[in-house]
């Protein structure tokens, strides 16, 4: 006869081993049990910020790293993003009201004349993850929607995407709009996409290149440190 697999019953796990399961099950693009082990910390009195940053951050960090270092791929990525955000989705209103502190703010879209959104997706997906709110402006983005997210959404971050040789250049005209407009120095920039490097964020006057959203998170988190240290010290 089959040995059969022993479920694990998640409101039986003490806290310590129910956050360790939901690294796993986040790991795994788990989604209900992500929402389950979610509900489970909630009711038992945990603080929706500790649920955030200790259940879930944490579980993703572990999935950020893996694909950084080439162990998960995309498909795995989205999934795991996909139950993050279901959890994130119950967190959302809970955090709202306690006034739990954010990351950052990012606004961020695909540049003119480009409509691939999956990488951006993935970045906004692990922004959130981490703690950052992003308001995500879509794909086909002109100079002017740019601008006018920025001063309606007061972020503290701009992230553009381009997959196109032909369209990667449009972010140095956003960059120039943003000088012209004496707006460049109130934004960190950080840029991504497919093919672009370190040498053209450097070029077109970018604050960061973003060779991954891992890397994006990483880059974002080293900015708003920077930022706090700064006011801190007057
Ligand atoms: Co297109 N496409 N595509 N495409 N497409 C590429 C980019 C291409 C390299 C394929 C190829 O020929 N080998 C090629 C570009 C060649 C070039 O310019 N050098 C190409 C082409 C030519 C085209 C069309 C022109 C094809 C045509 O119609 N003849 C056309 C253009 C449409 C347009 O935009 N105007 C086109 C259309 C499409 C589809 C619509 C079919 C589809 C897009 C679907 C969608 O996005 N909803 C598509 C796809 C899927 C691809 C490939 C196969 C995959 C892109 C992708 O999603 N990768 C792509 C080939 C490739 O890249 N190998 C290709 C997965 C994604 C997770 O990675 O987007 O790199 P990526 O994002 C990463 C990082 O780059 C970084 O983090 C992400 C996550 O780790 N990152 C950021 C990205 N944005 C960031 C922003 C940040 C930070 C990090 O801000 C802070």
């Not at 960059?175 to 672009?196: K, N, S, W």
Request: glycine content about 10%; overall charge negative.
């Amino acid at each position: 006869m089959a040995e059969e697999e022993e479920d694990i019953i998640l409101s039986e796990l003490d806290d310590d081993e129910l956050v360790e399961q939901m690294y796993d099950d986040l790991y795994d693009g788990l989604k209900e049990e992500i929402e389950e082990g979610t509900n489970i910390l909630i009711e038992r009195g945990w603080a929706p910020y500790d649920v955030l940053t200790k259940a879930l951050v944490g579980g993703m960090t572990v999935v950020g790293a893996d694909f950084r270092d080439g162990i998960l791929f995309v498909p795995e990525v989205l999934l795991a993003a996909n139950a993050m955000k279901a959890g994130m989705a119950i967190l959302k209103p809970l955090l709202a009201e306690t006034g739990a502190p954010r990351m950052g703010k990012m606004v961020i879209g695909t540049v003119k004349g480009d409509i691939h959104d999956i990488g951006k997706n993935l970045v906004s997906m692990m922004m959130e993850g981490a703690g950052f709110e992003v308001v995500d402006i879509g794909i086909n983005n002109p100079v002017e929607n740019y601008v006018e997210a920025l001063k309606e959404e007061e972020p503290d971050i701009l992230g553009m995407s381009a997959l196109l040789t032909t369209t990667m250049p449009y972010m140095k005209v956003v960059i120039d709009t943003m000088v012209e407009m004496g707006i460049r120095d109130d934004y960190v920039v950080l840029v991504g996409g497919a093919p672009l490097n370190e040498e053209f964020g450097k070029a077109i006057g970018a604050d960061g290149y973003c060779r991954d959203a891992a890397v994006a998170v990483e880059t974002a988190k080293e900015y708003m440190a920077r930022k706090h240290n700064e006011l801190a010290a007057g």
